[in-house]
Structure formats: C-alpha cells, structure tokens
C-alpha cells in the first residue's frame, strides 16, 4: 500500500533533550513538509523540502532541523531550543506540481515533560 | 498579514444539512483547499476549487468567490461520523498553504 508513515505515534521526552521524528513514503512523491498543530491554531509550517538535499524554512523553523538525504524519507530534530515542543507533529507530501494535493502521514504526537 | 477566518465550532443534526465558511486574505491566490480531519488524526483532502463556482463530490460540495475572498463547505444528509475539524487552506503566490484553525462540527442525532 502507498502512503505516508510517521513514527512513533506518540513521544514523550525530558526537557533539554533532543528527539527525532521518522516520517517516510512511498508515494514517489517530490516534495516533502513538516507542520505542527497546536489547540485553536491552524497548521503552522516548520521545513519543507522539493527535492533531495534541499530543504526551506517555513515560518516556525527556529529549534528544529531537518534533512533530506533520500526521497522516501524527511526526519524532523525537535532541538533543546525549542521553547514550547509540546504540539501534534504532522508531516505531509505532495508531487513536483505547484498547486498538487498534499497528503498527510497519521502525525506523532509529542509531549515534554 | 494572511489570514483565514473560519467559526470555531458548529452543531448540526444528524441526516440535516452545514454550511461552514471560509473568509481569507492572503497575498496572492493559487487555490483553496478543505480538509477534514478527526481528532487525533491526519487532516484528509476533500476538495480544491481555484475557479469562482460550485464543486460537488458526492455528499459534499465547496463553492468559492475569488472576488469577495469568500469560500463554504456544504454537508448535506449528515451523518455521526461527520463529526470532525473542517480545515480550509489558500495556497499563496509562492504555493504555500496558510490554514485555517479549523471548524469542528458536532452531529447530534
């Protein structure tokens, strides 16, 4: 089955410590986004990548890292700089097109304690 | 600045008809996405309209005004497994999504 994996489904982590979030696919599809959900908010963009060893900053992007090595897989570094971590992490795909249907992976619900 | 207005919650009978709507102000416009999405789980694609008009899909149909920045959501015959967020998202001049917060419908039998 083609689809959008991310793993695990919920993390809990101490503070000050890094973690890192899987997400992979087998769609074929070019590009790549990390958002996160936080209560009341609509989606908040972190990394988005288009094409292998390239990835852009979204708007939040401060205290998380990202790399794009392989197309299947974009793993997102939730950092120690990271102030407020605590959210539903959500990653998504889409094809080359501009204005393509992105997809979403079942998203990993991280919690610092 | 962007932004996308939605109402953050609504409550419709089950079998009736809702109407969610969707205001935004962005810079530029390549299009308009709703997506559902039940709690705790990935937001999934409904529909996208970039022409002004009416897009039907079943049970579901979305509509869009370029001119007044304006778009709905229309869910006829509801059913309990329609309770979930309604997420409304405009695809800006350089193609990034900016999403709303959402609308989360309750069903009521």
């Known amino acids: 089955d083609g689809g959008i994996t991310q793993s695990p489904k919920y993390l809990f982590r101490k503070e000050g410590q890094n973690v890192t979030l899987s997400c992979e696919q087998n769609l074929n599809h070019d590009a790549m986004y990390w958002y996160r959900q936080d209560p009341g908010q609509g989606l908040r963009l972190i990394y988005y990548?288009?094409?292998?060893?390239?990835?852009q900053k979204g708007d939040i992007a401060e205290g998380y890292s990202v790399s794009r090595e392989k197309k299947e897989s974009f793993p997102l570094t939730v950092t120690s700089a990271q102030k407020n971590p605590t959210a539903f992490y959500l990653c998504?795909?889409?094809?080359?097109?501009?204005?393509?249907?992105?997809?979403f992976g079942p998203g990993t619900r991280l919690t610092v304690l | 600045g962007q932004n996308i207005d939605q109402p953050t919650e609504m409550t419709a009978t089950e079998g009736a008809i809702v109407q969610i709507n969707c205001t935004y102000q962005t810079s530029g416009f390549n299009g308009l996405f709703w997506y559902q999405q039940h709690a705790g789980e990935a937001p999934t694609f409904l529909s996208y309209?970039?022409l002004d008009g009416l897009e039907e899909k079943g049970r579901f149909s979305s509509f869009l005004s370029r001119s007044k920045g304006y778009s709905y959501l229309l869910l006829k015959e509801l059913q309990m497994k329609d309770s979930a967020s309604y997420l409304c998202?405009?695809?800006?001049?350089?193609?990034?999504?900016?999403w709303g917060a959402g609308t989360k419908l309750i069903i009521k039998p």
């Open positions: 998504a795909s889409k094809t080359q097109g501009d204005a393509d249907t992105q997809y």
């Open positions: 309209n970039v």
């Open positions: 990548s288009q094409i292998v060893n390239d990835f």
């Open positions: 998202a405009v695809m800006d001049s350089n193609y990034q999504l900016i």
